[in-house]
Structure formats: C-alpha cells, structure tokens
C-alpha cells in the first residue's frame, strides 16, 4: 500500500537552516502537507503544496516537492527554539476525500541554542 | 473562537472497560476523523464519518466503535476488544472536498 518515510532525528543550532525530508510511494498524491506537533498537543497545519507545483514559501517555511522522485521537503530558515517538535509528512491520495491522510512516522527536530 | 474540542485530556482504562473520548467541533466542517498515534509512528486513521448517520471504518478499526448523531460531534468508544489501546487519539475535522484537515488537542489513554 501507499507509504510515507521521514527520518526520525534532527538536530541543528539556532539560527541555521533546517530540511527536513520525506519520500512517499503514492504517484496520484494530490496534496501533500507538513504538520507540526509539539508535545502533549494536537497536530498543527504549517504548509501544503498541490502536486503540479514544485516549490511554496510561505515566511520562513519552503517547500520543495519532485514529483518524479516523489520526494518533498520542509526547509525551516533561521531555525529558533521554538520550532523544535516534531513535524510530520502526509499525503493525500488522488481519489480521497477530505481527510484521508497517509502520515510519515515524524521527525523530531531539536534546535540547540 | 471556532476549533476542535477533546475531552478528557487524560483518561484511564481498566482490564474490560468500554471507555468513551469526546470530540466536538464548532466549524461546521462536514468530515470528522478519529487517528491513532503510538510512540516513533505516524498517525493511523481509525474511524471518519463525511455525513450525519454515517461513518466507515479506516485503516485500523478493530476494538473500536463510532457514532455520528450530529454534526458537531463524533464520539470514539474504545471497546474492551481492543488489547492495546495505550495510544494518543486525535480528532480531525474537515469540509468535504476541502484539502485542509484541523486537528483537536489529543486525549492520552492509558491502561490501569
């Protein structure tokens, strides 16, 4: 069936540049979206990007999607504390309606002062 | 303020006890979605329902059972068939053929 994959850590200091990556299976995705949870909280919508698009930048949130490596990425730029949770990849398939989401597992992003 | 309310925010099961977690949303969002979340995994869908009266099962549904009286509310009751039901459950609402899902806070269950 569909599959979403991220890595599990990531580590970088404050102030730099984060990328967080994430490969998906499914070529009739529609959306795909970057979700940001913080501990103990439900999960926030940060970006989603339609699949005949390669890039959205929204403030310091960039999204980067290949489709034909079916591989998107979040970059976070000038990385603070407070972006340390962790955010999770999803897709949407093509016939889905609504909120039938296919997750990644999350990677947990650390920002170290 | 329009949102997605869980209730409790905590909750306890002991060995074959039905228990019962609320959701409520005051969106007007047709779609409502109930996802499992475990430790070092992704959320997995366990019951939605995209109109009043009617709701199908998702990926893991087995121990578990839903109601759809009104739009507003969803209500998941964790069975005691479910064998490892220690998991964050998280509601979700959406307008039908919308592409943005809204998530309420979770509620953690734990067994005693």
């Known amino acids: 069936g569909e599959d979403v994959e991220q890595s599990l850590f990531l580590s970088v200091r404050e102030g730099d540049s984060s990328v967080i990556n994430c490969t998906y299976t499914?070529?009739?995705?529609?959306?795909l979206y970057w979700y940001k949870q913080e501990p103990g909280a439900g999960l926030q919508l940060l970006t989603y990007?339609?699949?005949?698009?390669d890039m959205k930048q929204d403030q310091r949130l960039t999204v980067l999607l290949n489709k034909k490596d079916k591989h998107l990425s979040l970059r976070i730029a000038d990385t603070q504390t407070g972006d340390s949770a962790i955010y999770f990849c999803?897709?949407?398939?093509?016939?889905?309606?609504?909120?039938?989401?296919?997750f990644g597992q999350g990677t947990e992003l650390s920002v170290k002062p | 303020d329009g949102g997605i309310t869980q209730s409790p925010k905590y909750l306890f099961r002991k060995e074959g006890q039905n228990v019962t977690l609320s959701c409520e949303q005051n969106?007007?969002?047709?779609?409502m979605y109930w996802y499992r979340q475990d430790p070092g995994q992704g959320l997995r869908l366990i019951y939605y329902?995209?109109?009043?009266?009617?709701?199908q099962k998702g990926d893991i549904a087995e121990g578990y059972s839903v109601s759809r009286e009104k739009k507003e509310s969803f209500p998941l009751t964790v069975t005691s068939a479910q064998k490892n039901p220690t998991a964050f459950y998280l509601c979700?609402?959406?307008?039908?053929?919308?592409?943005?899902?809204?998530f309420g806070s979770g509620t953690q269950l734990s067994v005693l």
């Open positions: 979700a609402s959406t307008r039908t053929w919308d592409e943005k899902l809204f």
């Open positions: 499914d070529s009739s995705s529609t959306y």
């Open positions: 990007i339609f699949s005949n698009m």
């Open positions: 999803a897709e949407k398939e093509g016939d889905n309606q609504g909120g039938k989401l296919i």
């Open positions: 969106l007007n969002h047709d779609a």
């Open positions: 329902s995209q109109i009043v009266n009617d709701f």
